[in-house]
């Protein structure tokens, strides 16, 4: 079974370009998630989705940041325009249909380090 | 609001000896899990135990153990006979509640473990 991929590893841009990172959850997870992790600062929830529907995108920091999951399958994050702050690693991750289940396990993927100059 | 502190940045432990990574937490809701990820180099986040606020006794996986003290507010990893393969990134994490929000994930900063051969 593939895990959690995420695309691209790695994204280094200017401030004020536009930057789009992708997720693809464990198939037939319908809950997916997006977290950051700012160098320095603690991993930050930023939005879940169930299906393809937002269930809660709380922890998004502001408008310049979209979010999608059409169809309810793979997820993509977008920066427009990317500052300097939006540096750091977005993580993606994907949980069983039924909720967390008893112990809650996330499965996260690698991470997709994002560089604004 | 929720918060995890990790107050050790970075810790080394000899190969085959046993180690202790620290956790506290603070919440006001009765209903909470905390969970522990380890972060290698490779920057996936992998699942390793999870405790439930009403579990009885301490969750055991292998050579991972947590032990919570309900009362202090601590949940720390015990990793024993440690393995050069157990150098990461440790994340303790906590979900709190069972409402829509109970689906974030609050983090540490985490510990870097270093396992000396």
């Known amino acids: 079974e593939a895990g959690v991929t995420q695309f691209p590893s790695h994204s280094v841009i200017e401030k004020g370009q536009t930057v789009t990172l992708r997720c693809d959850p464990i198939?037939?997870?319908?809950?997916l998630y997006w977290y950051r992790r700012v160098m320095g600062k603690e991993i930050k929830f930023l939005l879940h989705?169930?299906?393809?529907?937002?269930?809660?995108e709380s922890g998004m920091p502001n408008n310049r940041f979209l979010a999608e999951r059409t169809g309810g399958t793979y997820s993509t994050l977008k920066v427009q325009p990317a500052e300097l702050e939006d540096s750091g690693v977005y993580f993606c991750?994907?949980?069983?249909?039924?909720?967390?289940?008893?112990?809650?396990?996330?499965?996260f993927g690698e991470g997709s380090r994002l560089t604004v100059l | 609001a929720q918060k995890i502190t990790q107050t050790q940045p970075g810790m080394f432990v000899q190969e085959k000896e046993a180690v202790t990574l620290d956790c506290t937490y603070d919440?006001?809701?009765?209903?909470?899990?905390l969970f522990w990820y380890k972060q290698p180099s490779s920057g996936e986040m992998i699942f390793l135990i999870y405790?439930?606020?009403?579990?009885?006794q301490n969750a055991t996986e292998g050579r991972y153990s947590l032990n919570f003290q309900k009362a202090r507010k601590s949940a720390n990893l015990v990793i024993s006979a440690s393995q050069l393969g157990d150098s990461a990134m440790y994340f303790c994490?906590?979900?709190?509640?069972?409402?829509?929000?109970?689906?974030?994930?609050?983090f540490g900063k985490g510990t870097k473990l270093s396992v000396i051969p």
């Open positions: 991750a994907s949980s069983h249909p039924g909720g967390q289940g008893r112990t809650g396990e996330l499965f």
């Open positions: 919440t006001s809701d009765p209903s909470y899990g």
């Open positions: 198939s037939g997870h319908d809950n």
């Open positions: 989705f169930v299906k393809e529907s937002k269930q809660d």
């Open positions: 405790q439930g606020s009403y579990d009885q």
């Open positions: 994490a906590m979900r709190v509640g069972s409402g829509a929000g109970s689906y974030q994930l609050t």
